[in-house]
């Protein structure tokens, strides 16, 4: 069990003491803040500027496995008539390729991930207003995160609710 998770039970069941307060008297929700943010529309748009400005580096690695490709084809259906010299090169080449495709590739990621961070620092000022909002309207005692639980039912999922009400933002 989550350890966060297990100390808020912990907390509740001491609150509780003798029997002051009541697990029915609380209002625990679940959200994910960071799927929430992700899927707001101002989310979408600028997700979608950091595909079309990372385009070039993604299409530069498709160039580079299409490239590996041809080579491994040569090397396959050629194998028997190349000189010794010409495999080491053909492998030379592919194990370059090969390099070069993985440190793309992360290169890649770690900017996707970069773009990611940004994008929910950009919007997490807009998210906790919103939050707060429905914490105050809904009189919310505690908001857990789904990965810090086993099984909640949806109806105390407000993560759709917070993105709508985002997107009211604008």
Same mark, same amino acid.
């Given at each position: 069990?989550?350890?966060?998770?297990?100390? =808020?039970?912990?907390?509740?069941?001491?609150?509780?003491?003798?029997?002051? %307060?009541?697990?029915?008297?609380?209002?625990?929700?679940?959200?994910?803040? %960071?799927?929430?943010?992700?899927?707001?529309? $101002?989310?979408?748009?600028?997700?979608?500027?950091?595909?079309?400005?990372?385009?070039? $580096?993604?299409?530069?690695? &498709?160039?580079?496995?299409?490239?590996?490709? !041809? =080579?491994?084809?040569?090397?396959? !259906?050629?194998?028997?008539?190349?000189?010794?010299?010409?495999?080491?090169? /053909?492998? #030379?080449?592919?194990?370059? =390729?090969?390099?070069?495709?993985?440190?793309?590739?992360? #290169?890649?990621?770690?900017?996707?991930?970069? &773009?990611?961070?940004?994008?929910?620092?950009?919007?997490? +000022? #807009?998210? $906790?207003?919103?939050?707060?909002?429905?914490?105050? %309207?809904?009189?919310?005692?505690?908001? %857990?995160? +789904?990965?810090? /639980?086993?099984?909640?039912?949806? #109806?105390?999922? /407000? @993560?759709? &609710?917070? @993105?709508?009400?985002?997107?009211? =933002?604008?």
């Amino acid at each position: 069990m989550n350890k966060k998770f297990a100390q =808020l039970l912990i907390a509740v069941v001491m609150a509780a003491g003798t029997g002051a %307060v009541h697990a029915a008297d609380l209002n625990i929700v679940v959200l994910d803040s %960071v799927r929430a943010i992700l899927e707001s529309d $101002e989310a979408k748009v600028l997700i979608d500027a950091a595909n079309k400005e990372m385009q070039a $580096e993604q299409d530069e690695l &498709r160039s580079l496995a299409d490239k590996m490709k !041809t =080579l491994q084809d040569k090397a396959r !259906t050629d194998a028997e008539v190349m000189s010794d010299s010409e495999k080491r090169q /053909i492998q #030379k080449e592919l194990e370059d =390729l090969r390099i070069d495709i993985e440190f793309g590739s992360q #290169k890649l990621q770690k900017e996707a991930q970069d &773009r990611r961070n940004e994008i929910l620092q950009v919007l997490a +000022p #807009k998210f $906790e207003k919103v939050r707060n909002d429905i914490i105050q %309207v809904d009189q919310i005692d505690f908001i %857990v995160q +789904p990965q810090a /639980i086993i099984y909640a039912n949806s #109806k105390h999922d /407000i @993560t759709k &609710r917070v @993105t709508e009400k985002l997107n009211e =933002l604008k």
